[in-house]
């Protein structure tokens, strides 16, 4: 069927009716594991555009239909929804193992004036602040083993929570005497640091979260098997009317909508209201 939008729904509905789980390594790295994380990559996309049986040019194109950024291997984040959402995509070998985020931190949205998002982001349309979703996948030996889909603003505190340690770290470097200091995206970078002056320091942030499925070990029993999908109810609420009652149509054995409660990221005394989406086997 052609579609002329997507959405989280959506998507999570296309893996609700989708029997093959297969990640392909049919990727450019030569590297097993960025294979396994393009794969990842690829699987996601192909989720949103329900583009996974199309032959590769009518993949493309409907690929440049859904999205309007696809990417790159250096810059939050992998795509963007036309109009739509930022999705961030993290290959792990344990759904339980910490998510390495590198140098970019968690982030509860993403914001057009983030300098660690490429140009080509920036300016794919007119935008400044997009919500902003995790999918992380357990990938073993080219099979999707478990998958988690979170809204940013489930997960993460808002930015100044983050770049107030980065700005003291980086306001620390500054505070050095006779150190030459230059320009980065990094926290900081010291050039001729020895009398000859031919050594520099790099200072980079590699930033780490617990996964999901920590964070929300106090429903585990209520968790899916397979994917998880999370949200704040009002942006559940916000989705179209047509696409929630097609979700909730699907509920089943293997398939659940439930009504939960999690701590504000921001402050974990006020509890907010969510949406899970749990998927078995």
């Known amino acids: 069927m052609e579609i002329n939008h997507t959405n989280s729904l959506m998507a999570f509905a296309a893996l609700v009716r989708k029997v093959s789980r297969r990640i392909s390594g049919d990727a450019i790295s030569h590297n097993r594991m960025n ?22 040019e009518q993949r493309i194109r409907k690929h440049s239909q859904i999205f309007s950024w696809l990417g790159n291997q250096n810059n939050v984040p992998d795509a963007m929804l036309r109009g739509g959402d930022a999705i961030e995509i993290k ?5 339980k193992s910490s998510i390495q985020l590198n140098s970019s931190f968690p982030k509860n949205k993403l914001y057009s004036d983030d300098t660690r998002i490429s140009a080509g982001c920036r300016e794919c349309e007119a935008w400044t602040e997009r919500d902003l979703l995790y ?22 505190a808002n930015k100044d929570v983050y770049t107030t340690v980065s700005d003291t770290v ?8 006779d150190v030459t200091l230059e320009e980065t995206n990094e926290l900081g970078r010291v050039n001729r640091v020895d009398p000859l002056g031919i050594t520099d320091l790099r200072v980079r942030g590699m930033w ?4 999901p499925e920590k964070v929300f ?13 999370l949200m704040l109810t009002d942006k559940y609420n916000s989705f ?6 097609a979700i909730e149509a699907l509920v089943g054995d293997k398939f659940r909508i439930l009504d939960k409660t999690i701590q504000n990221p921001n402050n974990p005394a006020i509890l907010l209201s969510a949406t899970l989406f749990a998927l078995d086997y």
């Open 91 to 95: 290959k792990v070998e344990n759904i």
């Open 240 to 245: 179209p009317e047509d696409d929630r009652r």
């Open 170 to 177: 980086v306001a620390g470097l500054h505070s050095l005497s």
């Open 208 to 211: 780490i979260i617990c996964s």
């Open 135 to 156: 999918a992380i996948g357990q990938v073993n030996n080219s099979e999707l083993r478990k998958l988690w889909l979170i809204y940013g603003d489930c997960y993460a």
């Open 217 to 229: 070990d106090y429903f585990s029993d209520d968790l899916g098997s397979f994917a998880n999908m």
């Open 35 to 56: 294979r396994m994380g393009e794969g990842l990559e690829s699987f996601i996309k192909d989720l949103y555009c329900d583009s996974f049986d199309l032959p590769e």
